[in-house]
């Protein structure tokens, strides 16, 4: 967890230092945080179980988001 939070602070500190700079580099800093974002859903939908006898997706409870099932 604790190279997680780095990772946050550095992904966070990089925007904050980019910001307002004509050079791309926000641009990068954005699309950087993205991929950490999209590796942590990655992470999490593969924490789903399987349902039904098929191995589908078990239904939404009430409430429930699919992005974090």
């Not at 967890?1 to 580099?25: F, I, P, Q, V, Y």
């Not at 942590?40 to 409430?63: A, F, M, T």
Request: zero cysteines; a negative charge; charged letters at 30%.
């Amino acid at each position: 967890m604790s190279n997680d939070t780095e990772k946050h602070r550095a992904l966070l500190s990089g925007l904050k230092s980019a910001m307002g700079k004509n050079d791309n580099s926000f641009e990068q800093a954005v699309t950087s945080a993205f991929e950490h974002v999209f590796e942590h859903l990655d992470r999490l939908n593969s924490h789903v179980s399987v349902g039904g006898r098929d191995g589908e997706d078990r239904p939404l409870r009430d409430g429930e988001s699919s992005t974090l099932r």
